[in-house]
């Protein structure tokens, strides 16, 4: 029986892991200067803030928006 909790124990801290390493922010990843959306300039303090970014701010929120939409 402890062998199981063991096994489910350890499992759900690799996922925990896995979950936390998901959402960190990668600080060298390279901003797109025109948005995937609308291919309108993205201006460089965003590309600064949040690196690796790929939509101007108007479009992301966009998404974000669909995107808890869509998890209801």
């Known amino acids: ?6 096994q489910a124990s350890e499992l759900e801290e690799m996922l925990r892991e896995q979950a936390i390493a ?3 922010i990668n600080r060298n990843a390279v901003s797109a200067t025109h948005c995937v959306d609308c291919g309108e300039a993205i201006p460089e303090l965003r590309q600064e803030k949040v690196p690796g970014c790929q939509r101007c701010a108007d479009c992301q929120q966009d998404e974000e928006l669909r995107m808890k939409q869509g998890s209801i």
């Open 1 to 6: 029986m402890t062998e199981i909790i063991d």
């Open 22 to 24: 998901a959402h960190r």
